[in-house]
């Protein structure tokens, strides 16, 4: 029917704009013009030209996080591939839907190390969630559309296509999304009804429960959070988010204690400890939440409902496991809840509030202000009161400004809060703001940056310059690796080996030479005038807040120790394990 | 917890589209993670449906032999993932091709054993035999080291293929 002869640069056009895409984020190169010329002829598709492919996978990642949306890239053979590695890597870590189309020299000459040549779907094999090699065209269609079906179900991931040049240009038949149905992929979205039943059991009769809710929930899709803010009340039980989670429960509910894990609350963190039932949605145990796993909340029965199968019982060993999406696991255990009525231990409940409300005396965001030296803290406190009564977006590089981000801006929604949680990689704030931008035009979008890692792919300034993007960059400049910083001082006897920022760029003037507006406040009472300024101004700004030099982030959960084992600041003693120490177990943690 | 835990052997079925680099996929996610593979075998079994088997030898504690299931099963080209070890009754067979070379009495010492493990002579030179054996690794191994001695210079195995007992198909 709609076999009329194209080229397969044609096909993959339609392909994408029948997958509903509107925005590539990409960079042009030999073995992908065919398909920049197919693009060059038509106006369906939008395409974002980065200044490097890190730039461009990030920027996806940040569009898709914020859409809900599968983020689409395009780059060339050989070094555009492999700059793209980094990225997958971050997505694959994070669970983002990303469909990666890489360039490829012809089929004829893979293998024979040609120009431009890699590997790339051997190089991709581990940091995708899948990846294909198109070598015949008959297959190109196909493909195209499983990609996207690949990257956005299940637990969402990235998928590359790579393209031989020869099929980018020869004849290939065009098959619509609908007539494209996959073998073997069919992932559980559904939750096993009894098991369901039984978790409610499990929550009836609990004494000391926590939500601790995860990533899962917010790549479920916003109707997911809803329905976990609807559990949460219902049962009345507290709820702690990870780092991929913040957003999918609102900070403001008193039910909140805020983010867990190894730069969590005290609150939270003592919660999961103390607990005697933990209710995981969509969290993964990951080793930044669990701390020391033989002491990983000890006397509690957990569940974990995750749509990876692969997820459960891989760190924790979990006493009720459910496979299925969130959204529709939570939407089920409300109604079981609701069926059963149940009479809940009032007694036991108010006395775990009682404890959990002196665990949040203990206030352990508090840090000492500074007279005449901005606190980081502070810093992004400031910027919080300016920016919550507006529509905004919030993403972030790598470090210790990353942790403050999380404990000091408070996020209400999901797909507000943009950053690289499991792989960790700097560089990634920027480029995911302009995603984010993309996808939002008249939205706030703020990167919450270091100066170090602003430096890593600072280049997409120009594309920001480019397209007009008004991102705002928000740098926390310690003039150190913060992060590194900190852990040498805390383990390594302070001996500060290659962590200082020495001859950093004059950001003020940096921003100008891509166009945009450059402040800067090195004073506590120039804060709020910098911070205004930056949101009265209607392009690109870079914000050069010069913090405390030696600032630390905490509360703080030592490698290697365990949740109630907490620094909650620099003269904390209480928590510190009793030699004062981290193990040398500890120290090979990283 | 899990170090403390007792490592198990486990045969495992799986039924994969025949594709390239699907052989890749599932060795790569053994090097990856850090699982032991002990035998792999790999072949087509669906020519029209485009399957293939592998049938893989792994060991571990029984959290990690989870583990290995749940992340084959979620390799997008997989169709079925089945841990004969635990699914009841199985058969495991090996085949190999032994050659010994040699004169005299351990030529014709070599011969008496191959019989009593039914090994066929596939090959024979007047100063060598090539032996095709099947069987169980166990066996296989024993037959191996009779040989040794009588002047075993080849052997060539294909690892484990399993199926389970019973009418019913994996």
């Given at each position: ?50 200044r490097q492919e890190g730039g461009a996978v990030h920027a996806a990642e940040g569009y898709a996080r914020s859409t809900g949306k599968v983020g689409v890239v395009l780059v060339t053979s050989g070094p555009g591939a492999t700059n793209a590695v980094t990225g997958l890597t971050d997505a694959l870590m994070d669970s983002i839907p990303i469909v990666c189309l890489t360039g490829q ?17 051997g190089i991709t094999r581990p940091c995708t969630k899948h990846n294909y090699l198109v070598k015949d065209p008959k297959d190109l269609a196909r493909v195209m559309h499983e990609a996207f079906y690949v990257a956005r179900s299940g637990r969402p991931g990235p998928v590359v296509i790579d393209l031989p040049k020869d099929i980018l240009v020869g004849a290939a038949s065009y098959v ?378 905490f509360p703080m959960i030592p490698s290697g120790a365990a949740h109630n084992d907490m620094l909650l600041g620099p003269g904390d003693e209480s928590g510190k394990p009793a030699d004062k120490s981290v193990s040398e177990e500890g120290m090979v943690l990283v | 917890m899990a170090q403390t835990q007792t490592v198990e052997r486990h045969t495992i079925a799986v039924l994969v589209d ?153």
């Amino acid at each position: 029917m709609a076999d009329q002869p194209m080229t397969g640069s044609e096909v993959i056009l339609k392909a994408l704009v029948d997958q509903g895409v509107e925005v590539i984020f990409g960079y042009p190169g030999g073995a992908v013009l065919p398909l920049y010329d197919a693009m060059f002829k038509q106006n369906s598709l939008r395409h974002i030209l980065v200044r490097q492919e890190g730039g461009a996978v990030h920027a996806a990642e940040g569009y898709a996080r914020s859409t809900g949306k599968v983020g689409v890239v395009l780059v060339t053979s050989g070094p555009g591939a492999t700059n793209a590695v980094t990225g997958l890597t971050d997505a694959l870590m994070d669970s983002i839907p990303i469909v990666c189309l890489t360039g490829q020299v012809p089929t004829h000459l893979i293998g024979n190390d040609a120009f431009q040549e890699a590997d790339t779907t051997g190089i991709t094999r581990p940091c995708t969630k899948h990846n294909y090699l198109v070598k015949d065209p008959k297959d190109l269609a196909r493909v195209m559309h499983e990609a996207f079906y690949v990257a956005r179900s299940g637990r969402p991931g990235p998928v590359v296509i790579d393209l031989p040049k020869d099929i980018l240009v020869g004849a290939a038949s065009y098959v619509p999304p609908e007539r494209v149905k996959h073998r073997s992929y069919k992932p559980q979205v559904k939750g096993d009804l009894r098991k369901i039943e039984a978790a409610v059991e499990m929550m009836m009769k609990a004494k000391r429960p926590v939500f601790y809710c995860g990533g899962g929930v917010v790549n479920s899709g916003p109707a997911a959070s809803k329905l976990l803010g609807q559990l949460v009340h219902l049962t009345g039980f507290p709820c702690t988010l990870t780092l991929m989670g913040l957003g999918a429960f609102p900070a403001s509910d008193p039910q909140f204690l805020g983010m867990l894990g190894m730069h969590g609350t005290y609150e939270a963190n003592l919660a999961m400890h103390g607990a005697d039932l933990l209710i995981n949605v969509g969290a993964r145990f990951d080793d930044r939440v669990t701390g020391r796993l033989n002491a990983f909340s000890p006397n509690s029965k957990k569940i974990h409902i995750d749509i990876d199968q692969s997820s459960i019982n891989k760190n924790v060993a979990v006493d009720l496991p459910i496979v299925g999406d969130a959204g529709h696991v939570l939407e089920d255990l409300i109604k079981v809840w609701k069926a059963k009525q149940p009479k809940i231990d009032q007694k036991a409940h108010k006395a775990w509030w009682t404890q959990i409300d002196q665990w949040r005396a203990r206030d352990c965001l508090k840090y000492k202000p500074g007279k005449d030296v901005i606190k980081p803290q502070y810093a992004l406190q400031r910027l919080y009161e300016a920016i919550k009564d507006r529509d905004h977006y919030i993403t972030t590089e790598v470090g210790q400004h990353q942790m403050w981000a999380a404990q000091y801006l408070k996020f209400e929604e999901p797909n507000r809060w943009m950053t690289s949680g499991g792989l960790g990689t700097m560089g990634y704030g920027l480029p995911a703001a302009m995603g984010v931008q993309i996808a939002h035009p008249k939205a706030l979008v703020i990167d919450v940056a270091g100066e170090a890692s602003i430096l890593m792919n600072i280049q997409e300034m120009s594309t920001i310059a480019q397209y007009r993007l008004p991102v705002k960059v928000f740098i926390l400049n310690n003039e150190y690796m913060g992060m590194v910083r900190q852990w040498q001082e805390l383990l390594h006897g302070g001996r500060y080996s290659e962590s200082y920022m020495e001859s950093l760029p004059d950001f003020v003037k940096l921003a100008e030479a891509f166009g945009a507006v450059g402040l800067r406040a090195s004073k506590p009472d120039e804060l709020d005038g910098v911070i205004k300024e930056m949101l009265a101004t209607d392009k690109a700004v870079i914000a050069d807040i010069l913090v405390d030099k030696t600032e630390n982030c905490f509360p703080m959960i030592p490698s290697g120790a365990a949740h109630n084992d907490m620094l909650l600041g620099p003269g904390d003693e209480s928590g510190k394990p009793a030699d004062k120490s981290v193990s040398e177990e500890g120290m090979v943690l990283v | 917890m899990a170090q403390t835990q007792t490592v198990e052997r486990h045969t495992i079925a799986v039924l994969v589209d025949n594709e390239p680099g699907i052989l890749a996929r599932v060795v790569g996610l053994f090097s990856g993670r850090g699982y032991n593979i002990e035998s792999l075998t790999v072949a087509e079994v669906d020519a029209a449906e485009r399957l293939s088997r592998i049938t893989v030898v792994t060991s571990g504690t029984p959290m990690v032999i989870e583990q290995i299931k749940a992340q084959l099963s979620r390799l997008v080209p997989v169709h079925k993932v089945s841990d004969l070890t635990v699914e009841g009754p199985h058969i495991e067979r090996e085949l190999i091709l032994v050659k010994v070379a040699g004169t005299g009495e351990k030529r014709v010492e070599s011969l008496r054993i191959a019989d009593v493990f039914r090994a066929r002579v596939v090959d024979s030179t007047i100063e060598s035999f090539v032996f095709e054996v099947t069987g169980s690794t166990e066996k296989l191994d024993a037959f191996i080291n009779l040989m040794r001695p009588l002047g075993l210079v080849d052997v060539s195995r294909t690892g484990v293929v399993a199926i389970a007992r019973g009418p019913k198909p994996l």
